[in-house]
């Protein structure tokens, strides 16, 4: 079994959302089954068979959580320091094309959020970052072509 390595912000994010769909969602969609059944055939019954398609989705979402929660290897950041980029750093990269900065902290996958500057770790900028210091410059292959970073700061935070 494979170890997914994450924060401990990001584990209790992901048993945060179990809880709920364990004790707020299913619930309220078997209710809804149930009130769903009570209106006749079943056949025709288009409330039953939303009701259905989400408890679908409850159950597997609750088998993903479960599955990822048991492979979970937490990473504490507070215990870490120094300048080179590891799981957990929040690196400061400045692109050599315009200066212009951007902060990443390098976190699991399954809490990643690029748009809140926390970026997976299987990412390509962040595997090309992993054992950088600062000072070191990175190139990475975009999209819209290759990309040059130095590695301005680097904070465990």
């Given at each position: 079994?494979e ?9 209790t ?5 179990l ?38 989705f409850i159950?597997?979402?609750?088998a ?21 980029v ?5 690196v ?37 970052l ?18 040059s970073y ?8």
């Amino acid at each position: 079994m494979e170890k997914i390595p994450m924060t401990p912000a990001g584990l209790t994010v992901l048993e945060d959302e179990l809880r709920n769909l364990k004790a707020v969602e299913r619930p309220a969609v078997i209710k809804a089954i149930a009130e769903a059944r009570e209106h006749g055939d079943l056949s025709e019954n288009a409330e039953y068979h939303a009701a259905r398609e989400r408890q679908s989705f409850i159950e597997g979402r609750v088998a993903e959580l479960e599955d990822v929660i048991s492979r979970a290897q937490v990473i504490d950041i507070a215990s870490m320091s120094g300048d080179q980029v590891r799981f957990g750093a929040t690196v400061t990269l400045a692109d050599e094309d315009s200066d212009e900065e951007v902060v990443y902290t390098i976190v699991g996958a399954h809490e990643a959020d690029i748009k809140s500057g926390r970026m997976s770790v299987h990412s390509p900028l962040a595997r090309a970052l992993i054992s950088k210091h600062i000072g070191d410059t990175v190139e990475v292959t975009a999209p819209g072509g290759s990309k040059s970073y130095e590695v301005v700061d680097v904070k465990f935070i």
